[in-house]
């Protein structure tokens, strides 16, 4: 557990102290709809976590009344999900469905109570009278039945008389609540379906907002921990425990953040449209966010959990970098897995010095890792490496073998390049090399010096494996749909090389492959005669700078986002600043939205508008850059101050820098902490705006240039793009783009 306690956490232990919970019980309360994926593994992770922690227990619940959707397939993969993650729940699997008896009991009740009523107006209707934000709603007519009407219509109800749809069982509470939830919920259905376990028992179906309280509630559930998106729905959970009565002691609801993870989806309706449209193949597709799909490709259950842990627990909406469940996975197998080698495109070096055959003894662990074990090598005439692992013309700073560069074979020799040989289309077939006898790894007397090792096979003694290399499955950091699925999300390499050891001896499930990452023998295809391999890791991060890992922001304050295009409608307040913003200051409604809805960005947002009254300038970079920074860090955490903001925006204003070195300095305002002034001034920001400078440059330009010039001035009017380019780029950004502008069209005229 670590050390900081999370919210969560602090609540449960301060309900343990006032005595107002005995026993800490959770449960998990899945809908048997999909497979999982890695934001349950979170819930999970949180629910039983809590339990363990606090030595009470949790219930794995499948939330199955929506009799149409829900299969046993799914309840399985939940199970094994759970199991896989190394949790127990208590006793046997429940199922919502099993109180459906005991519900139904609590309707009647509430019915009696005059606090429910049998509703039959149609979903358009029952729209309008819903009302918005702004206005209160209306109870439809039907809300005045008496309550033998009511008991009689829902029993009719029960019985099968009526259609899907015909009529309802309303909650009676508050058709004017500021909370839309509250104008008086709907709280069973009629389906006409079969449903996976109790048949065609019912035709009639509770809905979460009133099963799930009273679920919690048999079960003696103590916290119910949920995601976000049911905020609102807490007052429907405690208005039907308190209308009711019930017999102490009650749950009570909490929210937590739920994970979202870049480059995939995280739904299982969208996950479901994957695997039914057969853009992967099924479930357990090691594309996939599925905890299936994860373990497939050789996820271990460690890293997972170590994932749920250090991407913390929130109360905001956050987007997590993929490159950090990356990192934690690599993290898990580094110290722990063989290395071993496979050469994934194979090119053959003959050593023409060498004569017969023997066995290098090479060990599976570096020296730092404590683990121990050995396999011999084979190392003959005839061997492999890998085709990106020569040069004949290197770049500057390859390290591996040239013709005039020798190298290391990892465990080996060393060797060097004598004779290249290619086919007619000029590609390299062949290396005719030769190794330095004295140059043994461990025993190296040769003096020769190299650069690097590189992995090889022996060609007699290698085995032929399939390899699986996995990539995003989508291109775009928040994919929209199918259109943005990375065509080359897999890969499959038939004959790639593995040294004999790894397939006869089988040291491992999971290894390295030198210098290419970590692979798991595919749990279902691997077989003896073809053996198989999934990628699950690169060695390093190769998505470059935008993916690094960020560091883990446990209780970060994150700006709230929009859940399942679900939109949240304003408080009378965010509506009244939206109002003002748009209104008022003239802001795009897009950017008068953000800031309406958030409390500390707008409060950011008027501290600097009282500085200077620039208020379309601010509201952008606080809505971008400022927002970004807000999302990743605590308020405490933040090094710049509206006041800074202010004058970084004043300089922009007054044509001192240009919106592009705005964004650099604050870049270097959150790094360093300094004032806006300070920065352009010490690195020599300021803008160019004078005409006799700019003009100068545009000179050399266009003399450096006369092709573009001849054309331009020929008709071809597009290149005026070129040359603000090439002037703005003379100045490092710093010429005034307007100015720029100005002066080319009159000197290219
Ligand atoms: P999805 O929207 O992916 O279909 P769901 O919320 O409908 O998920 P449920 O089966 O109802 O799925 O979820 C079971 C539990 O897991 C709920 O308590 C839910 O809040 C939680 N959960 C679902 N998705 C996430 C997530 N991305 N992060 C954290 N918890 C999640
Ligand atoms: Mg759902």
């Known amino acids: 557990m670590k050390e900081s306690k999370n919210f969560l956490q602090t609540i449960v232990e301060k309900d343990l102290q006032s005595g107002k919970s005995k026993e800490i019980v959770t449960r998990f309360p899945p809908e048997p709809n999909g497979f999982p994926h890695i934001g349950h593994a979170k819930s999970i992770f949180i629910n039983f976590g809590i339990a363990r922690d606090y030595n009470g227990h949790c219930n794995l619940r499948m939330d199955d009344t929506n009799p149409t959707k829900e299969d046993t397939k799914y309840v399985e993969a939940l199970k094994d999900a759970v199991t896989w993650l190394g949790y127990e729940w208590e006793g046997n699997v429940r199922f919502t469905s099993d109180y459906f008896a005991q519900i139904h009991k609590y309707a009647m009740q509430l019915i009696k109570m005059g606090k429910a009523y049998v509703d039959s107006v149609d979903e358009e209707e029952m729209r309008e009278l819903r009302g918005t934000v702004t206005e209160a709603g209306k109870r439809s007519k039907y809300a005045s039945r008496t309550v033998e009407e009511n008991l009689d219509m829902f029993e009719r109800m029960r019985k099968g008389e009526f259609q899907d749809g015909e009529h309802v069982l309303r909650a009676k509470i508050d058709m004017s609540a500021a909370n839309m939830k509250m104008r008086d919920p709907l709280m069973y259905r009629i389906r006409h379906a079969e449903h996976f376990r109790t048949g065609n028992e019912w035709c009639i179906y509770p809905m979460y907002d009133f099963a799930h309280c009273l679920s919690d509630y048999i079960e003696g559930v103590s916290h119910s921990i949920c995601t976000l998106e049911f905020e609102n729905n807490r007052d429907i959970y405690n208005w039907v425990l308190d209308t009711l009565e019930l017999e102490p002691p009650r749950p009570y609801q909490h929210e937590f953040a739920r994970l979202g993870i870049n480059y995939t989806v995280m739904s299982k309706r969208k996950l479901l449209e994957l695997v039914e449209g057969k853009y992967v193949n099924g479930w357990d597709d090691p594309r996939l966010p599925t905890i299936a799909g994860l373990r497939r490709k050789g996820y271990t259950p460690e890293s997972i959990v170590t994932f749920c842990d250090q991407v913390g627990i929130a109360k905001a909406n956050s987007m997590v970098d993929v490159a950090q469940l990356e990192f934690t996975i690599r993290a898990d197998l580094n110290p722990k897995v063989p290395r071993v080698m496979c050469v994934i495109d194979p090119l053959k070096i003959t050593i023409e010095n060498y004569e017969g055959s023997e066995e290098l003894n090479a060990s599976y662990y570096p020296d730092d890792v404590p683990k121990e074990g050995s396999r011999k090598l084979p190392f003959s005439r005839e061997i492999y490496i890998e085709r990106d692992d020569f040069e004949e013309n290197p770049p500057k700073g390859y390290f591996r073998l040239t013709p005039e560069q020798p190298v290391r074979l990892k465990h080996g020799y060393i060797i060097a390049c004598k004779e290249i040989i290619k086919d007619s289309d000029g590609k390299v077939i062949e290396i005719k090399a030769e190794y330095y006898p004295t140059s043994k790894s461990g025993s190296d007397t040769s003096g020769i010096k190299v650069k690097s090792a590189i992995h090889w096979v022996s060609a007699d003694e290698a085995k032929k494996v399939e390899v699986r290399l996995y990539d995003r499955l989508y291109s775009s950091e928040m994919p929209e749909g199918i259109e943005d699925l990375n065509p080359n999300s897999l890969q499959v390499i038939k004959d790639a090389l593995i040294e004999p050891a790894v397939v006869q001896e089988r040291p ?31 060695l390093k991060d190769s998505w470059g700078k935008k993916t690094k890992p960020t560091p883990p922001k446990p209780e970060a304050k994150e700006k709230k986002v929009q859940i399942d295009g679900e939109v949240v409608p304003m408080t009378s307040e965010q509506e009244k600043l939206f109002t003002r913003y748009k209104e008022g200051l003239k802001l795009n409604g897009e950017v008068a939205n953000t800031l309406a809805r958030d409390e500390d960005l707008s409060a950011f ?95 050399e330009v266009m003399e450096k240039n006369p092709d573009n010039v001849e054309k331009f001035k020929a008709g071809n009017k597009k290149l005026l793009g070129f040359f603000v380019g090439q002037v703005l780029k003379a100045t490092d950004g710093k010429a005034n783009p307007k100015i720029v502008n100005q002066l080319l069209a009159q000197k290219l005229q």
Request: hydrophobic share 35%; glycine share 4%; aromatic share 8%.
């Open 605 to 699: 947002f008027e501290e600097a508008l009282a500085v200077l009254n620039s208020p379309t300038n601010l509201a952008n970079i606080i809505t971008n850059e400022v927002a970004r920074e807000m999302k990743q860090h605590t308020k405490e955490e933040l090094k710049f101050t509206p006041q800074q903001i202010a004058e970084l925006i004043k300089m922009v204003d007054d044509t001192t820098i240009s919106n592009k070195i705005a964004k650099q300095v604050f870049e270097e305002m959150v790094n360093s902490g300094a004032n806006p002034e300070e920065i352009v001034e010490s690195k020599g920001l300021v803008q160019i705006s004078d005409p006799e400078i700019i003009g100068k440059i545009i000179d």
């Open 508 to 538: 491992d499930e999971r290894f390295q492959f030198e210098r290419q990452g970590y692979f798991f023998a595919d749990p279902i295809d691997y077989t003896d005669e073809k053996p198989v391999y999934n990628k699950i890791v690169g």
